[in-house]
């Protein structure tokens, strides 16, 4: 159900009026957003950003919105991956992971690019697991521009 439709459903309602699995989808699902405030100042940067997971979640995708143009390069590219991670400094598992190569294609100012498919086995994040997003390099790397991140998921 989107924003919208909610809105328009909630109007002169209350939840209990709703189906349970409406309501459910209402309060349950949700998304966190990342934003990348300052284009990369060289090809090299690297940077992270994370959150605490509030409750049992399944990642159900990520979007960048980028605020400027990206050119993919199989050699010098830029590798962003979502992760997880216990919070008590254990290691991190791949939840997704998008290489800026020519098989992802270039980004273009302002159109949504989906970093993929969750992969099925790691998706799952548990209440207090540490939720973050990463940008290494590949090769020399590539400037990253201003971009938003969503990450969507829905509550298990």
């Known amino acids: 159900m989107s924003v919208l439709e909610a809105k328009n459903r909630l109007e002169g309602t209350t939840l209990k009026d709703l189906p349970v699995a409406d309501g459910q989808d209402l309060v349950y699902d949700g998304e966190v957003h990342f934003q ?36 993919a390069n199989d050699t010098n590219n830029a590798v962003l991956t979502l992760g997880k991670a216990d919070g008590a400094g254990g290691g991190s598992t791949t939840i997704l992971a998008l290489t800026t190569n020519l098989a992802s294609g270039n980004w273009v100012t302002d159109v949504f690019k989906s970093m993929g498919t969750p992969v099925a086995a790691a998706k799952r994040v548990t209440k207090g697991q540490i939720v973050t997003l990463k940008k290494t390099i590949g ?17 298990v």
């Open 36 to 71: 990348n405030t300052e284009a990369d100042g060289a090809a090299g940067d690297t940077w992270s950003y994370a959150f605490k997971a509030r409750c049992d979640m399944e990642i159900v995708a990520v979007d960048i919105c980028p605020g400027a143009a990206l050119t």
């Open 139 to 155: 090769g020399t790397g590539v400037v990253v521009p201003v971009a938003g991140f969503t990450v969507r998921y829905r509550k």
